[in-house]
């Protein structure tokens, strides 16, 4: 079974700074969806990125970029000039494609507080 | 924009009382879930329907129902509540098994 690990209970950034999340997941699959959800106060979840492993180029999204390292399973969040509204909790996930459903695994999350 | 839109936010619940956790999505989505969030866990897939008229288990149905009644809705019933139920439930939505997933707010459960 495909699993899915963060291993930082808990970050912290000055605002204005840069933080990166870090998260690794096991599979013996090829093809596969990774995503990073924000989860904030209000408990709601959002999508903040997606890549998918086929392609070798990170995914961005404005100030929030991954570095996707296939061999070393690893899959980590970057979030530049941080500002106050970006503290929540994160969640790395996986996918197989081909599911015929949206099965994702979960990692366990990261809860990031922005200093100001 | 209503999306996804669970009832009740929060519900506490006795031990062995039963309750229906009701959502609909107004986006014509195929493909709805129902998740469980616990401290420490992320969130687990309880059950799923790929589409109207199938539903299928995830990876914790222990204790849990569910019925997709039309394609807008799809409920989760507790028969029997337990402690160990007591979790923030989020229903989830998507167009294709491809497409993003959209959440609802959740709704907070404590049985006691």
């Known amino acids: 079974a495909q699993t899915v690990t963060q291993s930082q209970p808990e970050m912290s950034v000055q605002e204005a700074e840069t933080v990166t999340l870090s998260c690794t997941y096991d599979?013996?699959?090829?093809?596969?969806?990774l995503f990073w959800y924000k989860q904030p106060p209000s408990r709601q979840m959002i999508l903040v990125i997606r890549q998918e492993a086929y392609k070798q180029q990170n995914a961005t999204e404005n100030r929030f970029s991954v570095n996707f390292q296939k061999a070393a399973k690893s899959f980590s969040l970057k979030i530049s000039d941080s500002q106050l509204g970006d503290a929540a909790m994160y969640f790395c996930a996986y996918k197989r494609v081909g599911q015929g459903a949206q099965k994702l695994v979960f990692g366990q999350g990261t809860r990031l507080t922005i200093n100001p | 924009n209503a999306g996804v839109t669970q009832t009740p936010k929060f519900q506490v619940l006795k031990t062995g009382q039963s309750m229906t956790l009701q959502c609909a999505q107004d986006m014509n989505h195929n493909s709805m879930y129902w998740y469980r969030q616990d401290p420490g866990m992320g969130l687990r897939l309880i059950y799923y329907?790929?589409?109207?008229?199938?539903?299928d288990k995830g990876e914790v149905p222990n204790g849990y129902n569910v019925s997709r009644l039309n394609k807008r809705e799809f409920s989760l019933r507790l028969e029997s509540a337990a402690p160990s139920q007591t979790s923030v439930y989020f229903c989830?939505?998507?167009?294709?098994?491809?497409?993003?997933?959209?959440f609802g707010n959740g709704t907070r459960l404590t049985v006691t």
């Open positions: 989830a939505s998507t167009k294709t098994a491809n497409s993003p997933l959209h």
């Open positions: 329907s790929a589409s109207e008229g199938t539903t």
């Open positions: 599979t013996s699959e090829s093809d596969y969806y």
